[in-house]
Each structure stands twice: as structure tokens, then as C-alpha cells.
């Protein structure tokens, strides 16, 4: 039997159009289409990717996952090639995504994992983080982290902002909270939101727009920046669930909804009571989590080994490799 391999990898979303793979030529292509392709050039034949999130075109990726079966690979002529370790075919994907895609999307650990294990189907749950550059407008924001953060032209209430986001919490029919063009069951289940401080990126403290607020950065005072994050923990969304649910707590630091208002537009389960869609390129997956002890095999070399470190630490790490 074929051995299944799982994925995880990393991506800027920018570069790509979504996710998932489209039947017509496109520039940029999804990231689907990429790792299919890269596969392809390995094996000299056709090797389908399933991918555990179909993140939207603009939405970046820190730990997103697939698996794929491949059972054989062949030479140009055809002749029978050894299979690769998983290691080799770390690299090798990441050799063969083509020019436009280096370092843009990079696979970070690759496993041999059960027959029977599903990328999608098996995650436990899924870890989003939105992120926010307040008391900053689109103007002045260095280009460097353009696109990369949502600018707010002013201070957002940070304790508000948490106090709303229990109502949001649990299992709730999050109408209000996603596309019109979705699943039929509107339910979903959601563990938690945090509000978080994010780490300043260094190019804020030397950029001229902003030496002289530098120490008010650093001493977290309420004139200075505010450099957030809001970060979203859950077995499954509903499209744009992040992204609307995350405007909501937006309008709720700013003073324009309440958090008793926020608490309505959840019971009206209606999409045109909550507030619009916030751009998806300061989106980031940070995590896609499993049962190991069901899903994966054990006998993995230490040395594949992702870093188990908190996301928290990991969200750290990626901030300073992208800005």
C-alpha cells in the first residue's frame, strides 16, 4: 500500500490566489496547485494534494497541513525510482515549486502518518491570528508591513475589545458571522479569543515617522502605537468567519458597537446586522492541531520533529521572518 504523507507548511498569502486548486490558468496560482505541481516534477505523475484548510486568496499560512499518497515514482523513461525519506522530500517540494514561489512557500516537516489519516477531516483545531496596527494610518505605515497589518487611524480599547469576545465564545449559530455563500449549518463551536499585544516590529522603532513616539511604544503608553492581535482558536469556521468576527471586536474598540450590541448581532443570525469583511492579508494561520496518539505513527525521527514551543512563541518567531 501506498505510504500517506502530511505536510506542514508556511506561505505569504499575497503571492497566491487562495488556496485551492483552479481548473484554469491563473497568475498567481493557488497554493494547491503549487505543491501539486512540485509533487508532479518528484514523481513524474499526477499526485493529489488534500488540504485541512482552503484559506482565502491574501490569507497567509504559519503551520497549514495536507497529506497525499504517493505509491511510486518513475523516472522521465519510466524506470522505477526508491521512494524518498521524508526528509528528502522536505526538500525536494521545496526545490521544485518553481522560481515564483521561493520562499513564498516552504515545507516545514513532512511525516509518514497513518492510512487512513485525513488532513482535514482529522485536525481537532484550527488557530487563526489577525493582526493590527492601531493609531497608524494607511500613510504612514512603513511599506515593508504593508498588507501585512490592518492600519487604524487611532487607539483601540483593548479591554473592551476582550470583554466583547466572550460573548463570541462557545457554541453559538454564527450567521451574523460569515458569507453568504457557505455550509447550511451555520453552527460552530468556538474555543477561544484572546486580544494580545504583539512584539513592535523592529522596523517601526527606526522608521523617521516614528522615532519620537519610540518610547511610548516601548512603554506600552496609550499615545503611542498599538501593535495587536487577535488571536481565534476552533474545530472549523464558516467562510469569512475570522475576518467578520474580527471586524466586529475592531468596531467594539473603537466605541461604534457595544458589547451588548455585539451580543444582538449574534441572536439576529442575520449577515447584515454584523459589520463588513476586513481585508484577508493580515490573516495568518498559525496552527492546525490532531490527536497524535490516534492519527499519526510514533516512529518518527526526533530529528522531523516540529517545535513544540507555545504558539505564542511560534507567532513571535514568524512576526520577525516576515517584517
Known amino acids: ?5 502530511k505536510i506542514t507548511y508556511e506561505y505569504v498569502g499575497k503571492y497566491f490566489t487562495g488556496w485551492q486548486r483552479l481548473t484554469y490558468d491563473i497568475n498567481p496560482l493557488p497554493v494547491q496547485n503549487v505543491l501539486e505541481n512540485s509533487l508532479k516534477h518528484i514523481c513524474n505523475k ?3 494534494v488534500f488540504g485541512s484548510s482552503r484559506t482565502d486568496s491574501g490569507v497567509s499560512a504559519l503551520g497549514n497541513t495536507s497529506h497525499f499518497d504517493i505509491d511510486q515514482r518513475t523516472s522521465r523513461k519510466g524506470k522505477p525510482l526508491p521512494l524518498l525519506t521524508t526528509d528528502e522530500l522536505t526538500m ?5 515549486v518553481g522560481e515564483q514561489y521561493l520562499d513564498r512557500v516552504r515545507i516545514i516537516k513532512t511525516e509518514i502518518v497513518d492510512d487512513n489519516f485525513h488532513s482535514r477531516f482529522h485536525a481537532t483545531s484550527r ?8 493609531n497608524c494610518g494607511k500613510k504612514q505605515t512603513p511599506l515593508e508591513l504593508l498588507d501585512r497589518v490592518l492600519e487604524i487611524s487611532f487607539i483601540l480599547d483593548v479591554n473592551k475589545m476582550k470583554e466583547a469576545a466572550e460573548i463570541l465564545v462557545g457554541r453559538h449559530d454564527f450567521s451574523s458571522f460569515r458569507s453568504k455563500d457557505c455550509t447550511k449549518n451555520p453552527v460552530r463551536t468556538i474555543e477561544y479569543i484572546k486580544i494580545i499585544e504583539l512584539p513592535t516590529p523592529e522596523i517601526i522603532r527606526y522608521h523617521p515617522d516614528f522615532i519620537n513616539c519610540s518610547k511610548e511604544i516601548n512603554n506600552n503608553v496609550n499615545h503611542g502605537l498599538q501593535y495587536i492581535g487577535i488571536e481565534i482558536k ?7 468567519q475570522v475576518r467578520i468576527m474580527s471586524s466586529a471586536l475592531i468596531e467594539v474598540g473603537k466605541g461604534t458597537i457595544t458589547k451588548d450590541q ?7 443570525k442575520d449577515r447584515l446586522a454584523a459589520p463588513s469583511t476586513i481585508a484577508s492579508e493580515p490573516l495568518t494561520l498559525i496552527k492546525v ?7 499519526i505513527e510514533n516512529n518518527i525521527d526526533n530529528n522531523n520533529n516540529i517545535d513544540n514551543n507555545s504558539i505564542s ?3 513571535i518567531k514568524f512576526l520577525k521572518k516576515i517584517f
Open 289 to 295: 492541531s490532531y490527536d497524535h496518539k490516534k492519527n
Open 46 to 48: 499526477e499526485i493529489k
Open 262 to 268: 455585539l451580543k444582538e448581532i449574534l441572536e439576529k
Open 127 to 134: 488557530t487563526y491570528l489577525y493582526k493590527i496596527l492601531a
Open 92 to 96: 525536494a517540494i521545496n526545490y521544485n
Open 234 to 240: 476552533a474545530q472549523s469556521f464558516l467562510h469569512n
Open 313 to 315: 512563541n511560534r507567532i
Open 1 to 5: 500500500m501506498a505510504p500517506r504523507y
